[in-house]
């Protein structure tokens, strides 16, 4: 059985900086892709961004991109999002996921992947 345990989450206000951590358990990391995605309240889960296996591909929704910076280390079993000037829209609980995979390619769905965290959230005040 996978786990994920996010944290990192808090109270920022806007122009600030956070970074959200992963931790995985329980099966090899290095052979899972790993992605980010955020609920908002009212709002469906969207995609944030994700990462290869390797840590070789990165991917990112435009909203957040030249933001936001997804990177992993395969040896403490843990992915990062470091989030910096962040705005009140950026306001969400943020979701860690896994799909086990190799290659470069990530899941293109949030159905595609098989393993999420209990969530952070993240609040950005204006």
């Known amino acids: 059985q996978v786990q994920l345990v996010e944290s990192g989450g808090g109270l920022v206000q806007a122009g600030g900086s956070l970074r959200l951590s992963c931790v995985v358990s329980?099966?090899?990391?290095?052979?899972?892709?790993m992605g980010w995605f955020r609920q908002a309240p009212g709002k469906e889960r969207e995609f944030v961004a994700a990462?290869?296996?390797?840590?070789?591909?990165?991917y990112y929704a435009d909203s957040v991109k030249g933001r936001f910076t997804i990177s992993r280390d395969n040896a403490k079993n843990t992915v990062y999002l470091q989030m910096n000037s962040l705005k009140s829209e950026d306001t969400a609980v943020y979701y860690c996921t896994a799909d086990y995979r190799l290659g470069e390619t990530v899941p293109g769905t949030a159905a595609q992947y098989d393993y999420w965290g209990q969530g952070t959230q993240v609040t950005v005040s204006s």
């Open positions: 329980g099966r090899t990391f290095s052979r899972y892709a």
């Open positions: 990462i290869s296996w390797s840590g070789g591909s990165t």
